[in-house]
């Protein structure tokens, strides 16, 4: 056998072989020695004459293999069975290839090709429209209506794909327009419908397919018509052609439905249909029922009901108006909820007028002093109750507001559930029987929070980004989204300027106020100062109710002779500010904090603890204390994200359950007598 050279080693002179090697030569062969050549019995091989010696060393393959061994040769790719090569023939339109085929394999004219759906060669070929083929398997025998394996006809197949003369030729030759897929419940109409071929619907209806023909979806178990088919998709073209061609009426009743056409292609956002259908005359009062069987009476109500808010936005500019009033605030809260449908309603139907201002706040002197728009907020006792809130919502859309920072009702219901314990009255609590929830200032604090960590997420400049508005409506929306985030966060910079400088005069107003001539501190007028009237928790106010007890018994425990000059030279409240400082940088644990977030419930929980550390934190770093803690709650940069506040550093002080766990109820009492 004659050895293979390695790959790469191209040599001007043949390979010396032993002379018993047979004359045949194999692939590119060696040039000849003349014939004149003595014949030798002992050929010398020269030592490594084309340097393979040197290449195999380089080659990691084992070396002690023979060369034949190391040659790497391509496997022969198999060659294409008849089906295949039928597939193939079919779908390049190679007339004659499938005529030859078919002569040497007659039986694969009814057989079903490889694939997933198994189609026959005349499905494939009404698939890929080729007319001439089809014609010729149909004069060989193929049965015009014979389906794939998955029960799809070939005029099925032709009607999606839009092949007109393929429709013709098939329907002229026997093919049946009114058949069903046994499976999936559609007619050949309605393929033609998916697929959006007018020209195929046209030429279906000419054969006698029906717009209005009742199907049923048997993953559905209910009715549908190719013209409902047409109104989801929007194909405004077919429905407008079908329309004109057969003289309906705009006020049509969709069989399967029992609804207008109009409220049919609302409820879909079919916004093509709609247009065409107002144009056309249609009545936009017509009633149809909504989820669970509501009753919906106009367009309006069915758009805001399935939450078209394109079709909305439509309305707004070109269809039936609706007057914005005051009362019609409260009815559109009522209707479609808090969130993007009240906020086009109110704000997209005035776009046109002059003069608005970007930020649509309708009062100018809540702009001059934004933080009054939280407080009045806050006074309608907005985290009382259900009802109060979308009282209060209605208030504040009537200024002009956007009510989004509102809508995921589940946090609403947390901050709800956590007013009953954060503004608990821990002194005298039968004074107040009305009050419910937490005080006007706490929710002023718990309204600042809500509001910065809304206005601050990622995605507050695109709140009203892919709803399908318009690209002008979907620009103004934003802008005015934009406009009243930076509006609100001046008001949250304002009342936390407010808090802090309450917070700071604390030591001060116990010395001058709420500490007697006798050395006790009056400690239900100063708890009911820093909750009616900072807006401070109840826990943190009890926490600072224990800082302040135990930094001026700290204070008067000081002996005289070991004060230093420059300590004794301040004034007392300066004197205990300064011991509240030092306490405050050894409180790494808050009881108060950890035993009200031990009677939260899994859904509060995240929302109570975030206030909690959020107002701790801002309590001490009114005095200068933080501690290298970090939360996601509480102000960012707008259009900042959460994983960029976290890396800036947001401290907040720990706590810890174990500790409280252990304490006895006389020492977890935060205001022992």
Known sequence: MFPVPAPGNLAQFPIPVPIQAPAQQYGNPAPQVPNTAPQVNNVVVPDDPRGTKRSRENDPQDFDEPVLKLARTEPAAEPDGPEQKLIKAIMRGDLSGVQMLLRKSPQLLSSYLPGNFGLTPLCLAANCGQKEIAGFLLSSGSSVNAPARDGTTP????????????????CLLGADP??????????VLAAAVKGTQLGACKELIAHGADMQRLLKDPTRSDYYTPLRVAITKDFSELVDWWMDAYQQHANLIEPASATSLLNLAVSHGALKVVRSLLQRGADP?????GRDSKQLIGVWNVAIHFRRWEIVEYLLSAGPRIRLTTSTNSALISDSGVGVGTDICIHLASQGLAKLPADRVTHAQLRQHPERIIEGLAQRCFLSSSPQLLSAVCWWVDQGLLSVPFCNWAVMQNFITGTGLLGQNVFYPERYP???GATQAQQSQILVELLSDTICSPDWSQRFSDLKLTPKGEQTMNQIAVAQGELLLKGVAHLRVQFEKQVAS???LCINSYITLSHQLNEPDLYRTMTREWGLYDPVARAAIRLVKEAYEKLRALPPQRIPPEFAAMSPSEQLRQVMVELLEDWDKIPELVETLLKCDAHALDVVS??????WRLFGETFGVTKPRYSQFGPRPLGSSDSESVLQGEPVMEVDEAPVLAVSSREASPLPQ
């Open 434 to 436: 009305s009050i419910t």
């Open 610 to 615: 975030d206030l909690l550390f959020q107002q």
């Open 178 to 187: 009114l058949a069903i897929h046994p499976g999936l419940g559609f007619d």
């Open 155 to 170: 005029l099925m197949l032709a009607s999606h794909c839009g092949h007109v003369e393929m429709i013709r030729q098939l």
């Open 506 to 508: 604390l030591p001060s």
């Open 285 to 289: 009062n017509a009633t149809m029922f």
